[in-house]
């Protein structure tokens, strides 16, 4: 998957600031200490305006550095999953740094791939996460379960799920789930739903949502059990299970109005509310379903000091995937390409993807849409056909059109 189509963590542990460590922008001194680790750099005219882009790469590590001219703070775009590399490599925009990337992914993503597994691997062997908190559930855990649930999400995105799920089942009987609020409580939580999501990135939806009543059953009152109940709505409402969704969801918005233990995440309405809307949306209940809406703004961003909190494009997508609303998302991931060589747009549209999961009832009108074409045509670069596997998650799947190669 391009966009990660799951509910956020809305409860968390007290005291969550261990979970979490992003440094702010870092300011461009006089002098480049990063000068020799430059590979290629150039200009690009993008969204926001004229910027400089250069690779940075130290061994195992890389990294897209972003200056806007006129500017004198740098910010830095770790790559630190495949699909943060082929962003980079779809982005015509980007050309002068695609030759030196390729040999650093290598040219089927094999030394990418090893590098990612190897270095998370290390992580959960007493070395620390690889990364800084990738999403909410990354960051409402201390380093080490970070540490375990960013290597099942390295696996996970390399094709060895099964691997990832049988790792994730290990960890989770080393943590004895608690009903109060306690950090094993949400720890173990968010280990026990990283095996639901290990299951939904391999389509298997029910074993998902059986995950997700499992962990509803062992949480029983603790005030983590809702996080689990609203990702279970939300894959009941993917799968058009919609009058399960919403009873789901109106149930677990009654239970966290009423329970104040714990710590809320900024921002967790919104997850209840596209939940109930797509539901409803899909029962033909459509004046409510427009009323339920989350109040959502373009490119708003909520920022917090402990956790990764998802943006109002985000919540945007989640909608019109949940309610197949393919102008719509061509709409928005029309406007995703402006950012340069961070738009899942450029994978989304190349010819080899092969849609899965939430994207498949969608991705042919999307496909189709022609202002999108339009949009895309003069940006995307289509990708190698040796790098076809990794595009697809080395899932083992068969492109629908095989690509005659690299534009």
Known sequence: MRISFYAAVLLAAAAPTLGKDVSPPIAAPAVDRYASFVKAGGWVDGANGREYF????????????????????????????????????????????????????GPTFDRMRERMIRRSRAGINGGGPDLPAGNTSESTVRPEVRAVLQYARALDLTGRGVEAEAMLRQRLAQIQPKRGVSWRGIEWQSVAAAIAWSRSQRDDQAGAIAEYEAVERALGTSPYAVNATVNRAATLAYEARYAEALT????????????????????????????????????????EARAAMPVLQDDREIKDADFVIESDNDLKLRIATCTRDGPEFARLIARDLRRVGRSPALLLLQP?????????GIMATVRADPALKAAAASLMRTLPPEMTAALNGWRGSRPDVTPSGSQ
């Open 248 to 287: 789901a969801i109106d149930g677990a918005w009654a239970r966290y109005l009423k329970d104040n233990r714990g710590d809320k995440v900024p921002g967790s309405e919104r997850q209840f509310s596209w939940i109930r809307a797509c539901a409803l949306h899909g029962l033909g209940r459509t004046d």
């Open 54 to 105: 250069d690779l940075l790469i130290d061994g195992d590590e890389a990294a897209l550095r972003r200056r806007p001219e006129g500017v004198a703070k740098a910010k830095f775009l770790i790559l630190a999953n495949p699909d943060d590399a082929l962003m980079a490599l779809a982005d015509r925009r980007l050309e002068m740094l695609w030759a030196p990337l390729t040999e650093w992914t």
């Open 352 to 360: 080899a993807y092969v849609p899965r999961g939430n994207y498949r």
